[in-house]
């Protein structure tokens, strides 16, 4: 974590890393922020999917959606609001384990990758991003599987739920080829995914306290994150 400092001070690593309860709290609350995130956007996320994956299997399939609104309006008529919020579960627990891994592996990874008595560059912060969100896609891929089978699923009559989901993956495709079927661009897009923010976040929040004289406080880091995104 980043103490408060003087204008002008260098930023120097930690005496020692927090300990594990207080890093898993931290994660934790950064998977519950996001939790707000994915109700709110789950119509969005849905219709994405929607137009992603229609005509996937037929060559000259008609289009079931045209555009936003239309695609917003069938889902209503015919799956009714549920529609725009199938998957909501697993979208929730994907946020809950997955993105909650992915702050809370980044503290770690700084303090491996800082030097005594050296500021922290920003090539170390966006490895140590390179590096969570790596840990965290390899090992909550089958989260994000889970999601767009569920959310693809138009008739409803695949799945029954998410633990039937869960097995019926498993028992039909097993590991490798099921549940953590792309395992590999998951792990590349989460890696510079979270490089990305929390980087810029760390880095930028770090200049804003250290050359503009911002204090260390709960609207510096509100205000910042909320730019950052």
């Known amino acids: 974590t980043i103490e408060a400092m003087k204008p002008g001070e260098v930023q120097k690593k ?14 934790m609350l950064g998977g519950i922020g996001n939790c707000f995130g994915a109700f709110a956007t789950s119509p969005l996320d849905v219709l994405k999917i929607r137009f992603q994956t229609q005509g996937a299997l037929e060559k000259n399939a008609v289009k079931t959606y045209h555009n936003t609104f239309h695609g917003a309006g069938v889902i209503l008529r015919q799956e009714g609001i549920r529609g725009l919020y199938k998957g909501i579960t697993i979208s929730l627990v994907r946020e809950l384990t997955y993105t909650s891994a992915r702050f809370a592996f980044y503290e770690p990874a ?15 912060k966006i490895t140590a991003g390179l590096i969570s969100g790596a840990t965290a896609a390899a090992i909550f891929t089958p989260t994000d599987v889970l999601k767009i089978r569920l959310q693809a699923d138009v008739t409803g009559t695949r799945y029954t739920g998410l633990m039937n989901a869960l097995q019926t993956i498993y028992k039909m495709e097993g590991l490798r080829n099921g549940l953590y079927k792309g395992v590999g661009i998951t792990i590349l897009r989460s890696a510079l995914l979270t490089s990305a923010q929390l980087a810029s976040y760390d880095h930028s929040k770090h200049t804003l306290i250290t050359q503009y004289g911002a204090k260390d406080q709960f609207l510096t880091h509100f205000w910042y994150f909320n730019l950052k995104s």
């Open 14 to 27: 930690p005496r020692r890393m927090d300990s594990f309860h207080i890093v898993f709290f931290k994660g």
């Open 110 to 124: 700084r303090h491996l990758l800082s030097e005594d008595g050296k500021p922290m560059t920003l090539p170390a």
